[in-house]
């Protein structure tokens, strides 16, 4: 069957979904390409979200992947708006949720993403209480989190990872009052571990921020339908307008789950198993972007990656293996956060539990430094915070899988390059 004769489906309009329907034009491809997306917006990405346009910062044109034009320019079939149901393997057919359509496929594509885990406690109905996911909610919350800072209001925030974070530095930029809780004892204990995770913890007091550690929130207490206070699991009640749960996102995997396709063990995150070129338990299905649990040789794991570099690489993998290339999916994990003046980098995976020594390399006061995680004198992670330009040299450190001098390594006057595994 030559390409013309074949139709390539991509489910799921996200950074993913959008650089996998590029790759296969840019690859050759002349078939049928369909992507459909279950918002009315064109793909975007979605760290501004967090970050610069949350911030007021970027425009909202700013976030597209592509201009609404392009996808028309290169023939791609664009549903918007548009949900997908149900998938029959052996029809080799989706199904559209809206009018029941159907929409045959020889290879298919799931790019589903994630979507924001829930909090599960009472007055999570009243008006005051936000999610972060899409572009409408960012509009939504930048709104908010303006009237709260032209009022003195008060927003809590469940969660202290990095979109807890990011949004109490943008809440406190507006001039907004923040309370962060969080079950760890830490921010980002399960990313950076107790080590760093106090670093930011302080980063944040400085700028005005309250915690809360080692509490969940129990209650969301309101008054017609208004936001009054947020209570916790130890009787402590915070004062609130507003309320944001940024406590984890979860794949969507319902469609991937409904035919039969393999899932990743929870363990690992969830998600829909893939192997190395991202094809799923199905020869003709693939899994792309936040998603898809694919097995990483340089950490001798699987993993689910929730960033958008994952995304931003795992959709052109995906449509290389649909397409036959020989692909392997195993780019070192890598994302950025900006809060306030601090800027950071982190390559590299090494949750709590995996690492045994953590090297800081400059001066982690000043928060101009890098660390590293360390396990047997390999490295297994670096993040760099406001010091630039060393990516490439940590993820060759992290790649070579070597013992490295762990002296050399904290030491600034040596350079990166320099610092050969043995």
Known sequence: MVDADQ????VGGGLAGAKAAETLRAEGFTGRVILICDERDHPYVRPPLSKGFLLGKETRESVFVHEPAWYAQNDIELHLGQTVDAIDRTAKTVRFGD??????YDKLLLATGAEPRRLDIPGTDLAGVHHLRRLAHAERL???????????????IAGGGWIGLEIAAAAREYGAEVTVVEPAQ?????????????????????????????????????????????????????????????????PRTSLAEAAGLEMAD?????????????????????????????????????????????????G?????????????????????????????????????????????????????????????GRV???MNVNVWDVTEPIQKLIRSRGRVDTEALADPHVPLESLGAQ
């Open 142 to 156: 930048k709104g908010v989190l303006a009237a709260l800072g032209r009022d003195n209001g008060h927003i809590v």
């Open 380 to 382: 297994l992670a670096g």
């Open 316 to 376: 052109p993998a995906a449509a290389r293996a649909m397409l036959g290339r020989d692909v392997v999916h195993d780019r070192v994990p890598y994302f950025f956060s900006d809060q306030y003046d601090l800027g950071m980098e982190y390559s590299g995976w090494a949750p709590p539990g995996t690492y045994d020594e953590v090297v800081i390399r400059g001066d982690a006061g000043k928060r101009e430094f890098i660390a590293f995680w360390l396990r047997e």
């Open 7 to 10: 139709t390539f489906v991509i």
């Open 186 to 250: 830490t921010p980002l204990h399960g990313v950076l571990g107790p080590e760093l995770g106090g670093l930011f913890a302080d980063l944040h007091r400085e700028h005005g921020v309250r915690f809360h550690f080692g509490a969940r929130l129990t209650e969301i207490v309101g008054q017609d339908g208004m936001v009054l206070a947020a209570r916790t699991d130890d009787g402590e009640e915070h004062p609130a307008h507003d309320v944001l749960a940024a406590i984890g996102a979860a």
């Open 99 to 104: 009018d029941g359509t159907l929409a045959r």
């Open 266 to 314: 929870r363990a690992y995150g969830g998600g829909v198993a893939v192997d190395a070129q991202l094809r799923t338990s199905d020869p003709d299905i693939f899994a792309a972007g936040d998603v898809a649990s694919f097995p990483h040789g340089l950490f001798d794991t699987r993993l689910r990656v929730e960033h958008w570099a994952n995304a931003l690489n795992g």
